[in-house]
Structures are given as C-alpha cells and as structure tokens.
C-alpha cells in the first residue's frame, strides 16, 4: 500500500458565536455543589445521662479489670456482654493487650462464644492467638487457629467465610504492624 496516494483530510475550525451565556450549565452547577456540601444540621443537645467517653471509660475499665485477673470471674461478664458489640469490644481489647492474661482472655473466649453467642473479630482473635503465643502457650494459640479457620470459633469475617484464611492471616500481619512482632507463628503452621 503506497501511502503517498491517501489524501490527508485538512483539519477545520468551527467557529460558532455562543449568543447565551452558559448560565444555566452554571447556576446547576452551583445548586449541585451546594446540595453536595450542604451544612449537616446542628447536633442534638447533650443528653444528661454519660457521655460516650464516659461510657467507653467504664466499659475500658471493665474489660481491664475482667481479662487481667489470673481467672475470669463469670459474675462480671454478664453486664459486660449486655453493653458490648464485637467492633467495640475488639477496640478495647487492642487497647488493653499488655495488661490481659491470655488464659483468662481464651476462658472468656470461649465462654461468652458459648454462653452469649458473642461472635469476635478475626482480630480479636488474632490477638488473643498472638497473646498465647508471647505466653509460650503454642497448644492454645494452635487449637484456636484451627478452630478459627475450620469455621467452629463463632467470628465475624468481614469476607465469605470462603476465604477466611485469607482474612486471618491479613489481620495477623496487620497486627505485626500495630503490636510488637511475634515470632512464634510458623511454629503454629507446622
């Protein structure tokens, strides 16, 4: 194919005088924007009972108190597990980690899994796998990840239970990145 002979289409301008403003295009403009940064309504007053700080303080005392003893005392975990969401509960069981003892933290595990139907985060579970592991506690930190994985520790996986693998060992490393490392975790793979 020659491509000399191709003709070469000479580019020309349109000029067409715009007569109307582009009023309309921008006051639309304007009204989306001020629909889409509209100021949120005043909050409502404060209320006279605790504030969430308050509350946060008191349920962060309590998960101190109940998961630093050297046994869980089930007289505290009822009014514990009647405030308590497992999104809230991970928040403070991350914030009290160098205080807890991990063999009261798996007893309330497994009992408020079994007694409240209470289902954990795959992080709090993470750490309390990382929490028995630091207490050279590798049997408890093992059946617990089996247990994990294998579907039978009730749990809240943020994925279909179908690639909880994944979703545990992303919390795990996550963790590393938060808490100190641990060491110990291909001794509970092998």
Known sequence: ???????????????????????????????????????????????????????????????????SNPSLDLSKCKPLMSNLCPHEFDRLFLAVRSNVNPKTALHFFYYASKTYKFRFTVRSCCLLIRLLLFSNLLSPARLLLIRLIDGQMPSLFANNRANRHVEITVAMVNLNVVAEPVLGFKQLIY
């Open 1 to 67: 194919m020659d491509l000399r002979r191709l003709s070469i289409a000479k580019p020309y301008s349109l000029y067409i005088p715009i007569t109307r403003l582009l009023t309309h295009v921008t006051s639309t403009v304007k009204q989306q924007h001020d629909r889409h940064f509209e100021q949120p309504p005043p909050p409502p007053p404060p209320q006279p009972q605790t504030s969430p700080e308050t509350c946060n303080q008191h349920l962060l005392k309590l998960v101190s108190s109940l998961l």
